[in-house]
Every structure is written in C-alpha cells, then in structure tokens.
C-alpha cells in the first residue's frame, strides 16, 4: 500500500466518494474498480484512499464518449425495452448487471414503474 509522497505541485486528490460522483456510481464501485486495478489509488498515511484528479479526467476522458459500436448496443437494448422486455431479460441479453443496464436504457427511453405499466 503506497503511502502518498510530499507533493511539492500540490496536486488535487479526490476522495472515493467524489470519484464516484463523477462516475455517477456508488462509492463500493469505486472501491472495486482499484482493486481490479482499472484506478490506481494513493493511499493517506491512515490508509484511506485518495485519487489524482489527473488521472480520474484522463479517464473520465477515454470513457465519456461511447464508440458507435456501444451506442448501437445501447439502442439495440432501449428497443428490446420498449417491445416489452424487462430491465433484466435485457441485462441478461448484453450480458451485464441489471444496475448498468437500468442506466443504459435510463438514458435512451422512458422506464416503466414496477408491474410493467407507464406512469
């Protein structure tokens, strides 16, 4: 566990929690994407964890835009949505968690309320 080094810059360090708001996910997340090893923390002299904000807008960067081969994915699930499907016939379809996809089709369709009727 690296402990942060003196930094004569004086960098700006994010906590998890703010990582994640930037992400739009939940802090757990964030916590499991460093162990994946997809964010490398720095870690405080208690152990906490702290990112570079550098490092987080250069992913930020390479995630923000979706290739257009993801974007027709993305369509392909709004349209099984809207023909009736569930959030979790969906997910399973893409082969991902019901929580990214409810995301996914969030941003491309109108969700229906519990019970399948629109509101």
């Known amino acids: 566990m690296p402990v942060i080094p003196p930094d004569p810059q004086n960098e700006t360090l994010l906590r998890p929690r703010e990582v994640a708001e930037l992400f739009g996910v939940r802090p757990t997340t964030i916590a499991r994407w460093a162990r994946e090893g997809r964010l490398m923390p720095l870690y405080t002299p208690g152990g906490h964890r702290r990112y570079r904000l550098q490092d987080i807008r250069r992913v930020l960067g390479r995630d923000a835009s979706?290739?257009?081969?993801?974007?027709?994915?993305?369509?392909?699930?709004?349209?099984l949505y809207d023909q009736g499907w569930t959030i979790r016939q969906v997910a399973a379809k893409f082969d991902c968690s019901y929580g990214v996809m409810r995301r996914i089709l969030g941003k491309h369709t109108t969700l229906r309320?519990?019970?399948?009727?629109?509101?």
């Open 66 to 79: 979706p290739s257009a081969e993801e974007q027709e994915r993305e369509l392909d699930a709004a349209r």
């Open 113 to 119: 309320h519990r019970g399948g009727r629109m509101p």
